[in-house]
T-cell receptor, first 115, second 115 residues
Framework: GAGVSQSPSNKVTEKGKDVELRCDPI?????LYWYRQRLGQGLEFLIY????????KSGLPSDRFSAERTGESVSTLTIQRTQQEDSAVYLC?????????????FGPGTRLLVL | KNEVEQSPQNLTAQEGEFITINCSYS?????LHWLQQHPGGGIVSLFM???GKKKHGRLIATINIQEKHSSLHITASHPRDSAVYIC?????????????????FGTGTRLQVFP
């Protein structure tokens, strides 16, 4: 079966442009997570979708970041007016239940470079 | 002080050695995760623990809820175990209609196992 997929795998953009990152979770997984990893640094938790609960957006780095999920399927992470400090690998993961219940399956990430 | 602390930051070992990586946390958690990040960047979830001990092959993870401490052990280490090992604390929050669960990451332990 397919794992978690993310697209694009690499994205180079100019400062000020908007970008949209996509995550396709494993079918049947109700929980979906977005993380960020800047070069040489640790993982940062961004946002978590679980069922019909409204996600807490306080982990998003700024109001330029937004994330949506359609039901229990695809999620998109949108960064508006990109800045150089947004350059990072953006990782998505999914699991059958929440992270107090299940291990997570990670996608390969989208490597974003803002020039 | 970080809410999740790992030690050591870097670890080198000879093939065959027994390895221990420690994780301490200062927040109330619902579960603790151990992740492995390969040199190429891919992330694999190793364990999700809420109590006691779990074993998978040569890997063993333990957690002591009262002491807020978890350990990851690798028996008979091998060069292919070389990776960054990350612990992450799952902090539960929210209500039935809003989700404020968060995952708080340690800074990682970089392990190199030499033949």
């Amino acid at each position: 079966g397919a794992g978690v997929s993310q697209s694009p795998s690499n994205k180079v953009t100019e400062k000020g442009k908007d970008v949209e990152l996509r995550c396709d979770p494993i079918s049947g997984h109700t929980a979906l997570y977005w993380y960020r990893q800047r070069l040489g640094q640790g993982l940062e938790f961004l946002i978590y979708f679980q069922g019909n609960s409204a996600p807490d957006k306080s982990g998003l780095p700024s109001d330029r970041f937004s994330a949506e999920r359609t039901g229990e399927s695809v999620s998109t992470l949108t960064i508006q007016r990109t800045q150089q400090e947004d350059s990072a690998v953006y990782l998505c993961a999914s699991s059958l239940g929440g992270f107090e219940q299940e291990t997570q399956y990670f996608g390969p990430g989208t490597r974003l470079l803002v020039l | 002080k970080n809410e999740v602390e790992q030690s050591p930051q870097n670890l080198t070992a000879q093939e065959g050695e027994f390895i221990t990586i420690n994780c301490s946390y200062s927040v109330g958690i619902s579960a603790l995760h151990w992740l492995q990040q390969h040199p190429g960047g891919g992330i694999v979830s190793l364990f999700m623990l809420s109590s006691g001990k779990k074993k998978h092959g040569r890997l063993i993870a333990t957690i002591n809820i009262q002491e807020k401490h978890s350990s990851l052990h690798i028996t008979a280490s091998h060069p292919r175990d070389s990776a960054v090992y990350i612990c992450a604390a799952a902090r539960r929050g929210g209500t039935k209609t809003s989700n404020t669960d968060k995952l708080i990451f340690g800074t990682g332990t970089r392990l190199q196992v030499f033949p």
